[in-house]
């Protein structure tokens, strides 16, 4: 299917104003590094992702959803066929003791709109960067707090584009995994269950937490957040300073010298770069310890001398 064809038809979807062609998506990655998406669409209501999605699949076009770009990796190959980014799906509403909120938001303005209503539970996500679609996909967590102790429900897209609606026990939570994360499915909105809580006490529970957060990761330069799951009995960070690894660079991105479980773009750094030094540290921790780390940034699309063979 021709370039403008496409185009055309995801105008007639979705807002033109809203639909980009060869777009660079290192301007809407943490990392600030990705090649270009062919197609990038930015869906204002579950109705324009499903008919994108739906047209995508029925056109035989690969598409690839996209959060708010905190726990990722684009490749400097970039991204073929449709890129949907959820950013404007945002609407976060309140009906008891329970919370709805669009998978674009940020679960952060979550945590926040929970204090604000004066109910607890959601404390451990005030500094998680992701969106609640993101949170929902990998099971998010920190400071002891994972979705799955909160999320009630969720709606999701099938990787078809049909309407789902599922409860908890539906979908299979484990350490950073999720169903949702298994079956490729696309997370529209999800429901967290919380409990009426003293609102004094929330806010200094989130102040603390914040804290902690500001003051050992590394917030003033660009990354990807943590890039290792933890390994069954220690903290990849540990392992990553106890080999010396601390300050090592290669390219622009270096291993945090604030939080070694941490990667910085410290000027220039390519998603190359990113993956180069993911490999290396792997390698070194594998030879001193005997312990495999395991990523959990997600890393996706095409490597550049791939696309340009």
Known sequence: ??????????????????????????????????????????????????????YAVANDIPYTILGNGSNLIIKDGGIRGIVLILTKLTKISLQGSEITAQS???????????????????EFACGIPGSVGGALYMNAGAYGGEIKDVLSRAVVLTKTGQLKHLEKEDLYFHYRKSSIAENGEIVLEGVFSLEPGDVQKIKA?????????ESKQPLEYPS??????????????????????????????????????????????TATDYMNLIKHVQKTVKQKFGVDLETEVKIIGEDLKKQES
């Open 104 to 122: 674009g938001a940020a679960i952060i303005d979550v945590s926040r709109y929970a204090l604000k209503a004066k109910l607890t539970g959601l």
């Open 224 to 269: 990807c957040g943590s890039v290792f799951k933890r390994p069954p009995g220690y903290f990849a960070g540990k392992l990553i300073q106890d080999s010396g690894l601390q300050g090592t660079q290669i390219g622009g991105v270096q291993v945090s010298t604030k939080h070694a479980g941490f990667m910085v773009n410290v000027g220039g750094g």
């Open 1 to 54: 299917m021709a370039d403008k064809k496409i185009w055309q038809e995801l105008c007639s979807m979705v807002h033109p104003g809203h639909v980009f062609q060869d777009e660079p998506l290192g301007k809407y990655t943490f990392t600030k590094t990705g090649g270009k998406a062919d197609f990038l669409v930015f869906p204002e209501s579950f109705e324009e992702v499903q008919k994108t999605v739906q």
């Open 205 to 213: 529970r989130m102040d603390e937490l914040t804290f902690l957060r």
